[in-house]
């Protein structure tokens, strides 16, 4: 399995431009998350999905929007980047329901906005 | 609503001394506790994990946690520290029940020295 992977690696935009970032997971996990961590700041949940079709806002959701066509993927796109914008953002997976599990993380993208 | 606090930035420890980071919660009802390690430029590890049963918990790398209902803390403890336990440390939480969602603490930076 490979686990949670996220593409791009790395990406510089420019102050209104827009772009998605990729997640996918091949664990059959039926949560998803996206988090950005910014230094000190441990890390902020973007949004959240629970399975295929349902999606809900997290700590952190102005300036994002999520989707989830299959239980695999989970893109985060962003409209109009924004400075604030600039973190590390990380994708994680989990599979909740009837037991606790832990989350998975992907390696991480790290968005520069200038 | 639930929260995680992790009163130090940082722990600095000498190599082959034990180590402690620290890591108190806020939840309501039972807590479902976690501690996940992230190495430099990678994504979020899990450690370990505390649902119920004993309090002591063993986890990854020689990684344990004690979980103390009285004083809501759940530390994370290695009898014996290495270099290559430097690293950033989280502590989670959620509730037992409802939302599956874990609250993240700031983090704390664990520095090993030689």
């Given amino acids: 399995n490979a686990g949670v992977t996220q ?7 420019k102050i ?15 949560y998803m998350y996206w988090y950005r961590q910014d230094p000190g700041m441990g890390l902020k949940l973007i949004y959240y999905s629970v399975g295929a079709g349902i999606t809900d806002k997290g700590e952190v959701p102005n300036g994002y929007n999520v989707s989830r066509s299959t239980t695999e993927d989970f893109p985060l796109r962003l409209e109009l980047a924004a400075p604030s914008q600039t973190s590390v953002y990380f994708c994680a997976s989990s599979y909740e329901g009837g037991r606790t599990d832990t989350q998975y993380f992907g390696p991480g993208t790290r968005l520069t906005v200038l | 609503a639930q929260s995680v606090a992790q009163p130090e930035d940082q722990v600095n420890v000498a190599e082959g001394n034990p180590l402690t980071v620290k890591c108190t919660y806020s939840v309501s ?61 989280f502590c989670a939480v959620r509730a037992s029940g ?17």
């Fill in chain 2, 29 to 89: 009802g039972n807590p479902y506790l976690f501690w996940y390690v992230q190495y430099p430029n990678r994504g979020l590890q899990f450690l370990l994990k505390y649902i119920t049963g004993d309090n002591l918990v063993k986890g990854s790398y020689g990684f344990e946690a004690e979980f103390n209902k009285s004083q809501t803390s759940f530390h994370l403890k290695k009898p014996s520290a290495l270099v290559s336990d430097s690293a950033l440390y």
């Fill in chain 1, 7 to 13: 593409t791009p690696k790395f990406r510089i935009l």
């Fill in chain 1, 16 to 30: 209104g431009q827009s772009m998605t970032l990729q997640c996918t997971q091949d664990m059959n996990h039926n």
């Fill in chain 2, 98 to 114: 409802g939302s599956y969602i874990p609250t993240f603490g700031r983090g704390t930076s664990l520095i090993v020295h030689p």
